[in-house]
């Protein structure tokens, strides 16, 4: 697994415990050493009322060690300062495991540390201009006529920074899914013939006079998902976006026909279009009249955006083949990391009736981009294909389990019916980045904890 680049603003914060002030919520992370000594590196965070923060009053204390040896908790309410113990998976030194950890993804992202003697060790100051010198290393490494892959996929993991020239995520994406290739200059004649082959699938197998019975089927089944998908968004309204959607995932479906369509592929596919038609466009797409972009330019982002989709598809497919197999593990790992890390969650799931495959089942399926605003979606997937075949498999599932857990406090109040209703419409919609980098620490340091000791996870 990645470990993730430096980090260079202060609103990219280590995850931290909080308290909540009467107007907005001020944020240290905190690591203490094995002899008790801690250190501290402050950070402004500014999710003001919404009860969606990770700082807000009506966030849960949810985090999976005790505050005196975990800098990387979710931030907690002002009501409920007392963290949950060391989970009980962890071997006998856990704590320091994850301290150590830890004390790695803040070293990484560039925060001050302390010593055990309290003498603060500089890993490097998270001034506002060092995310104009992340953007500049971007940039600076998609300009040698070779890529350095390793070095990209480490940039990309901690996010595309928003002063980027918009083509960055763009080529960032498509070449470390393999699409373009590392050798700069070989870039154009890739991308000029991949695009001439997906024109020439289309012709072949969508534009053809008479589609048989299971195209046909194939064709009504995507006339009634597309429309569904990210409706509340013009972009995604718009008959020509939804055109494209609809060529590009029939031709995945009929050159994939051990999994062909399933529902949630629809969603899978709104990124590489959003990303990509920015990057060609130079500016939001749902700031532009859709009209007026010019055909061949709808025409490139399809294509990429076909092909890419596919790459992504390669690594999960088994999520989509008969009897989802991939979908029923990653559902067992994800039951195994809650019922480890936060029991009495777990418990009362159990008790309350909740089927962890019901649940979970759409995460998994859709890869949580139901939960999400697409910009956070889009930050997610910068450290998802940096992970490249395990983003979106299993760290993912990391991801899932720290996001359930997140809620933990309010779940545990909850019946059944209130669940079932909470969990199907979680109250995200005004979630940023700033949450999904916190999201992204947890997952991070879980995971490297269950890398340390995989015997306590099952199999």
């Not at 402050?42 to 040896?69: D, E, H, L, N, T």
């Not at 009504?220 to 968004?233: C, M």
Request: glycine fraction near 4%; include cysteine; charge should be neutral.
């Amino acid at each position: 697994m990645l470990a993730p680049e430096p980090l260079t603003s202060p609103r990219h914060s280590p995850p931290s415990s909080s308290s909540s002030s009467s107007s907005s919520s001020s944020s240290s992370s905190s690591a203490s050493s094995s002899s008790s000594s801690s250190s501290s590196a402050s950070s402004s965070s500014s999710s003001s009322s919404s009860s969606s923060s990770f700082s807000s009053s009506s966030s849960s204390s949810s985090s999976f060690s005790s505050s005196s040896s975990s800098s990387s908790s979710f931030s907690s309410s002002s009501s409920s300062s007392a963290s949950a113990q060391p989970p009980p998976f962890l071997p006998g030194d856990g704590n320091a495991n994850r301290e150590s950890h830890s004390r790695e993804w803040r070293s990484r992202r560039g925060d001050t540390l302390t010593n055990s003697e309290g003498v603060a060790e500089t890993a490097g100051s998270a001034s506002p201009s060092k995310l104009t010198v992340r953007a500049e290393r971007f940039c600076a490494l998609l300009a040698r006529s070779n890529v350095d892959l390793n070095e990209l996929k480490q940039l990309l993991w901690s996010g595309v920074p928003k002063c980027c020239p918009t083509s960055i995520r763009s080529d960032s994406w498509r070449i470390v899914l393999g699409y373009l290739p590392v050798n700069r200059e070989r870039a154009a004649h890739v991308l000029a013939k991949k695009r001439s082959e997906y024109n020439e699938l289309l012709q072949h197998y969508y534009e053809k006079e008479t589609p048989s019975v299971d195209e046909a089927k194939l064709l009504r089944q995507l006339r009634v998902d597309i429309p569904r998908t990210h409706s509340g968004r013009l972009f995604f309204s718009h008959p020509r976006i939804q055109a494209c959607m609809e060529r590009a995932l029939f031709l995945w479906a009929v050159k994939n026909p051990a999994s062909g369509y399933v529902q949630g592929m629809n969603d899978l596919i709104t990124p590489f279009l959003s990303v990509f038609l920015e990057s060609s466009l130079g500016r939001d797409p749902d700031t532009v009249s859709i009209d007026e972009i010019p055909g061949g330019i709808l025409h490139e982002v399809e294509a990429d955006s076909f092909w890419c989709l596919s790459k992504l598809l390669a690594h999960i497919q088994d999520h989509f083949t008969f009897g989802q197999p991939g979908i029923q593990r990653s559902v067992m790992k994800l039951t195994d990391i809650v019922k480890r890390v936060d029991e009495p969650l777990y418990v009362h799931l159990s008790t309350q009736g909740v089927d962890f495959l019901q649940m979970s089942f759409r995460w998994m399926n859709c890869l949580l981009m139901r939960e999400f605003p697409l910009r956070c979606i889009i930050r997610l997937w910068d450290t998802y294909i940096a992970e490249h075949a395990e983003g979106f498999s299993s760290f993912h599932v990391y991801v899932c389990a720290v996001f359930l857990v997140f809620w933990s406090q309010q779940l545990k109040q909850m019946n059944f019916q209130q669940l079932m209703i909470f969990i199907q419409n979680f109250p995200t919609a005004d979630w940023s980045e700033q949450e999904m980098e916190t999201l992204l620490a947890e997952a991070f340091v879980l995971k490297s904890l269950f890398h340390a000791a995989p015997k306590h996870l099952g199999p």
